[in-house]
């Protein structure tokens, strides 16, 4: 009876350590499917989010080239490149920015409607060596503002990820 007793304590260990080898070699797969599909996932990720910070960042510096375009007096041409659609940027935005990104776009939509009605309700339109609106306009201002809050944003989302 010794003798069985110490046979099947010196199996007990083989055993178990087969059972472990075996467990191992049929769960690495799946495990590291997981992994891969989870790291591509985050790649997706931070790849559209990268797109929406450069859209977004197009669509800022055309702000920029507008605002100033209002409040130059010979009234300097504006080209329109192709943009995305401010609605759809803060669909992305909404969706993939981190929330100072959030905030100070929200910011941005916020001020760029309050100088576009500022410019419909009291602009200089039509009169000769004037600006549409003045550069101290404190709608502009606060564009301006916002406009330079959200550059920092960005770079420093971008630094981050």
Avoid at 18 to 28: P, Q, R, Y
Avoid at 111 to 140: C, H, K, T, W
């Amino acid at each position: 009876m010794e003798a069985a007793t110490a046979a099947l304590a010196t199996v007990e260990p083989a055993v178990i350590i087969a059972m472990a080898g075996l467990a191992t070699t049929l769960l690495a797969p799946l495990l590291a499917s997981r992994l891969a599909h989870r790291q591509e996932r985050d790649k997706r990720r931070r790849e559209q989010r990268f797109q929406a910070y450069i859209d977004v960042g197009e669509f800022l510096e055309w702000t920029a080239t507008l605002t100033a375009s209002f409040t130059d007096e010979f009234g300097s041409s504006l080209t329109h490149p192709k943009l995305v659609h401010r609605d759809l940027l803060t669909a992305r935005i909404n969706l993939l920015a981190v929330k100072p990104v959030q905030e100070a776009w929200a910011e941005l939509v916020k001020a760029f409607d309050a100088v576009i009605l500022e410019g419909q309700e009291n602009s200089r339109m039509g009169r000769a060596d004037q600006p549409y609106l003045d550069a101290d306009n404190p709608y502009v201002i606060t564009l301006i503002s916002t406009i330079d809050k959200l550059r920092t944003e960005l770079r420093r989302a971008l630094e981050k990820s």
